[in-house]
Every structure is written in structure tokens, then in C-alpha cells.
């Protein structure tokens, strides 16, 4: 699996964007998809992820309420659509797959060294 994240930008507080992650490779379809993000000066952190079936989302308590993982496996893409936008949510998003064998689950999705491909980041400003 090859991943290419898009759909960043500037956009104000309170503002919405819709990352794209596009996928290549026959194995989309049963990977766990993650997105993360990483501001200047601070660590990575997880954000939200979705099982390969899409029957199962899971959000980092900064997410809850304003952000929606979904995919579409017929069209290998990921998407994180990103309401009420706010300064602090601006970074670099990446999005990361934990290809099969999976090991990701609802208990573990954060850790990032659990996916084992991530394509490079798009990034996201929020201006106040």
C-alpha cells in the first residue's frame, strides 16, 4: 500500500476541511487506516481511525464532535472531514495504514507504531 494524503489548506476558525488519504494497492481494503497529525515544535498524535470494514471509528478527545473518519474501499481513499475548525488543530496530517495482518484494534488504535505505512502529510493552518 502506497498513501497520499490532500485536501489541506488555510481556513479561518470555525471553518471546515475534508482530508483525502488515496491508496494504492490491493491490500486498502483490509488495513486499518489512521490518521495523525504533528504541530510545529510538538510530538505526533493520533487523531482518529477506522476499521477496514468502516464498522468501527475511533477519535482522540480532540476529534470527538468535530471530526469523521469514513472510507470508501471501492475507491481506496480514506477521508477525515474536519468541522468547527481551530487553531490548534493546525499541523501537518498524515494518514497511516496497519496493513494484514492487522494489530490495530479499538484499544490501541493511537499507537502510531502499530501502522506500518504512511504517506507524507498534508498541512492544515487555522488561522484565528
Known amino acids: 500500500v502506497q498513501l497520499q494524503a490532500s485536501g489541506g489548506g488555510l481556513v479561518q476558525a470555525g471553518g471546515s476541511l475534508r482530508l483525502s488519504c488515496a491508496a494504492s494497492?490491493?491490500?486498502?481494503?483490509?488495513?486499518?487506516m489512521g490518521w495523525f497529525r504533528q504541530a510545529p515544535g510538538k510530538e505526533r498524535e493520533s487523531v482518529a481511525a477506522?476499521?477496514?470494514?468502516?464498522?468501527?471509528?475511533y477519535y482522540a478527545d480532540s476529534a470527538k464532535g468535530r471530526f469523521t473518519i469514513s472510507r470508501d474501499n471501492a475507491k481506496n481513499t480514506v477521508y477525515l472531514q474536519m468541522n468547527s475548525l481551530k487553531p490548534e488543530d493546525t499541523a501537518v496530517y498524515y494518514c497511516a495504514a496497519d496493513t494484514p495482518p492487522t494489530r490495530v484494534y479499538g484499544t490501541n488504535w493511537y499507537l502510531a507504531y502499530l501502522y506500518n505505512v504512511w504517506g507524507k502529510g498534508t498541512l492544515v493552518t487555522v488561522s484565528s
Open positions: 494497492g490491493r491490500t486498502f481494503s483490509s488495513s486499518v
Open positions: 477506522i476499521h477496514w470494514s468502516g464498522g468501527g471509528t
